[in-house]
């Protein structure tokens, strides 16, 4: 890592809890008490994200390899839901932005994979020998 930017890092590390507290006073004075129900909300928005997220995970990249999908797609948009999930529990707007962002790279869709199409009677398996068979005993 460049040495100029690593001297950055504790300046960004102490600066994003300062500017998300003036960030929620400003919302404060604007609205009142109804910051603290956004508040709320948000929490209860990012759990919700969170455990629906890590609920998904495995039916969908399973959803996703059997139908041939790339499974590193369906890695890439299951960890920017749970970060945005993330964000959305730490409370202030800056990193509530930053979770809506994450939600749209992701292209946020519930996490849950569609169902497999196959037509009416179709063998799940095109391998399946079909046929009739009897028992002959020696």
Request: proline content about 8%; glycine content about 8%; aromatic content about 10%.
């Amino acid at each position: 890592m460049n040495n100029s930017l690593a001297r950055f890092w504790p300046i960004i590390a102490l600066a994003f809890p300062v500017l998300e507290i003036i960030g929620i006073v400003r919302i404060w004075d604007a609205v009142g008490i109804w910051t603290l129900v956004w508040l709320l909300l948000d929490v209860a928005a990012g759990a919700a994200l969170i455990a629906l997220e890590r609920a998904a995970f495995m039916p969908v990249m399973a959803a996703t390899m059997m139908g041939g999908g790339n499974p590193f797609e369906a890695l890439k948009a299951s960890g920017l839901r749970f970060l945005a999930g993330v964000m959305l529990i730490f409370p202030g707007p800056i990193s509530d932005a930053i979770a809506l962002i994450l939600l749209v790279w992701a292209g946020f869709r519930p996490p849950v994979p569609e169902p497999i199409r196959r037509p009416r009677g179709a063998a799940a398996n095109d391998d399946v020998i079909e046929g009739d068979f009897r028992r002959v005993d020696d």
